[in-house]
């Protein structure tokens, strides 16, 4: 098992263009390139474990994928049956969205991963399309990977979910866009709406009216991709904390997306007192530009709303309250129970061994906001978590345990991370 040790940092000032790409865009451009006729193209498409993964997927049922070393083509032939096992590693979302493509293509399909996504919560996705004719099984009646999917005909549904996931809404478009005929799908709050921009943007008919989402069957096959995948807003984030923690720090970062449902975490780093400028540069399947933090000294914040909008940046914006001026909390979070760790628990847990004083909820939790310590912290097998406490280290030292599933998603962390800090590991 990898680790790492994180010195504490001096200020700095830094502008980078190399975060890592978009992970949730870079899985679309792949899946969706199959249901396209001819040949996507794919700029900085997000070179991770995760993404990766998928890639090889496409290319398992029958997509032939050339790769330059800057550009990625994707030719779909549509999709075909393997006697090969599809392996997703470590990604949720690669699983559910395979899921919901998978259920109305012609022949016999297995899903697995590692150990992780294997102790995951798939029923959220199985359940709503075994109602709509998919034929899905696996561990715990179809609630565990592997997952068999043999593809069937599917009907029009109208769907209400009891969750805010793009992961379950994606899937649910996906197969309604090979159903019988016109779909609904409502969500209690809107979570994000990378898949309907980017299909919408390739030729399908979706329309969506606050919460509520209506998705017509394909009539013909999609306009092919052609896109340069943006910056991760949920990596930048963790830079984001970086300037915002650090005494007469900034960080300029370039190329990343601006789309609302993904800058909420951001949005909520302003409120604290963080000093943060956005600026638009261009618009096409996404809003695209660039993001300015500046530190200031923080103080405590609620959040409770639009979880579903910064679900994945809630373990580094628990380092900003931990260095915050007063109590602040988290609620309405319960999601965060059954992403790679149970990251309510890792993140109490560790900050407690930094010293700092929580209080754990079944849906979230509160931070004492004071001086953290260092610490030995373990990240569970879980890459937000590890890079978050990285971060915390940039104000006290920290040892971190269990880095090796950085790589997942953000495979330069620590090369930005010395580059712009000029902390040694």
């Given at each position: 098992m990898m680790s790492a040790k994180v010195y504490p940092a001096q200020s700095f000032n830094y502008k980078s263009d190399a975060i890592a790409a978009d992970k949730s865009i870079s899985h679309r451009c792949a899946l969706f390139a199959v249901l396209a006729e001819g040949e996507s193209k794919i700029e900085n498409f997000l070179r991770a474990e995760d993404t990766l993964n998928t890639l090889k997927i496409i290319g398992q049922l029958g997509a032939?994928?050339?790769?330059?070393?800057?550009?990625?083509?994707?030719?779909?032939?549509?999709?075909?049956?393997?006697?090969?096992?599809?392996?997703?590693?470590?990604?949720?979302?690669?699983?559910?969205?395979?899921?919901?493509?998978?259920?109305?293509a012609e022949g016999h399909f297995i899903l697995t991963g590692d150990e992780y996504l294997k102790r995951r919560p798939m029923k959220r996705v199985t359940q709503p399309l075994r109602a709509i004719g998919a034929k899905l099984d696996g561990r715990e009646n179809g609630d565990l990977a592997p997952l068999s999917i043999r593809g069937a005909s599917l009907k029009a549904f109208n769907y209400e979910s009891k969750v805010a996931s793009a992961q379950v809404k994606s899937a649910m478009i996906l197969a309604a866009l090979r159903s019988d005929g016109v779909c609904t799908f409502r969500e209690p709050e809107l979570s994000r709406d990378h898949t309907e921009r980017m299909l919408v943007g390739m030729g399908a008919h979706i329309e969506r009216n606050a919460l509520e989402t209506k998705i017509w069957p394909l009539e013909k096959l999609l306009t092919p991709l052609s896109i340069r995948v943006p910056a991760d807003p949920s990596s930048a984030f963790f830079f984001a904390v970086a300037a915002a923690i650090t005494p007469n720090s900034s960080m300029i970062i370039e190329g990343v997306t601006l789309n609302p449902t993904r800058i909420e975490a951001f949005k909520v780093l302003e409120r604290m007192g963080a000093d943060i400028r956005y600026d638009l540069i261009s618009e096409k399947y996404e809003p695209i530009g660039n993001i300015t933090v500046k530190y200031a000294p923080l103080k405590a914040v609620v959040v409770s709303e639009n979880i579903a909008w910064l679900i994945d940046e809630l373990p580094a914006l628990s380092i900003a309250m931990a260095c915050a001026e007063g109590k602040s909390s988290i609620r309405n979070a319960q999601e965060l129970r059954v992403k790679e760790s149970d990251r309510i628990k890792t993140v109490v847990d560790n900050l407690n061994l930094c010293g700092i004083i929580t209080e754990e909820y079944p849906d979230g939790y509160c931070v004492m906001g004071g001086k953290l310590h260092s610490a030995i912290v373990n990240s569970h097998g879980d890459h937000r978590i590890a890079m978050s406490f990285c971060i915390a280290g940039l104000r006290c030292g920290m040892d971190v345990e269990d880095i090796e599933c950085i790589n997942t998603s953000f495979p330069n962390f620590f090369e930005l991370l010395t580059q712009c800090t000029k902390v040694k590991l």
């Open positions: 032939e994928i050339r790769d330059n070393g800057s550009v990625i083509t994707i030719r779909s032939n549509g999709i075909h049956e393997t006697s090969e096992i599809l392996d997703c590693g470590n990604s949720g979302t690669g699983m559910r969205l395979f899921c919901g493509l998978l259920s109305s």
